[in-house]
């Protein structure tokens, strides 16, 4: 069954996690390997994650990655291994031809989500493609984007929660999002890590409160959240970007268990 037809038919969680960056063909190797294991057990759509290049960090000083040349490599090597499909995000048009022609899903990060033209060259590779919500916008915002994605020939959408702009350097999950965002027709993603990112709260970096990243993802799939999207790394304290706001790899498979069961427990009672 191709991804999509699991993605819209199953009544499967979607899982999408990796590491927020591609630091190395190691470390996604490790992570990919684990995850697999872990979300055969039971039987999720597990899509691998992880970026080529973070164009929007907070310091020019930050990793960034390995960039796309490299970055395609890795992804490809990953997906070709552990037959697996992977995701990863794009900031300009002219990049997704070329990510296109490896990965599965093509990305719309929060901040570029009303980028018309970089939403219209991901829709047209005709891969699945996954925009965020803007930190900016609100739930009811996102009809505006879909309908640019639709009116360029895009009907394989994933709609991302990931928190809103809360005051300086904090955000907060809106759960209304996620049956608002459903009422478009597409399916939702709650963005667990995301949103306990603290934006620019340790000075030249992002903060995080990782410890809460389960609560909202528990309440998330509560709300009718189709899937949930993680960045997780075997050490998180020594990860190259986003690690305050990480679950560690080892704490994925209790906390995917969690998950699981509250998820069907919501899709049964949706069903009656």
Known sequence: MELWDKIKKSK???????????????????????????????NVVFIFKASF???????IKSFRGPGIEKGMEILNGVKNKFKIPVLTDIHEP???????????VIQIPAFLCRQTNLIVSAV?????????KGQFLSPY????????????????????????SFGYNNLV???RSIPIMKSFNYPVIFDATHSVQLPGGAGDKSGGQAEFAPVLAR??????????FVETHPEPSKA???????IPLREIPDFLKFVVKLHKLIKAHEGN
Do not use: H
């Open 219 to 228: 309440s998330a799939i509560a709300a009718g959240a189709d899937g949930i």
């Open 124 to 132: 047209k590779t005709g891969k699945i493609v996954n925009i965020k």
């Open 12 to 42: 499967r969680l979607i899982f999408i996690a990796g590491p927020c960056v591609i630091e190395s063909d190691v470390l996604c190797y490790e992570v990919a390997d684990f995850l697999k294991k872990a979300t055969e057990r039971l």
């Open 53 to 59: 290049d973070k164009a929007n960090r907070t310091s």
């Open 240 to 246: 190259l970007s986003d690690g305050p706001n990480m």
């Open 141 to 164: 915002d996102m009809k505006n984007v879909v309908a640019k994605a639709e009116e360029a020939g895009g009907r394989k959408l994933l709609l991302t929660e990931r928190g809103a």
């Open 173 to 175: 999950a809106d759960m």
């Open 94 to 104: 002219w990049q997704a031809d070329i990510v296109s022609k490896v990965v599965d």
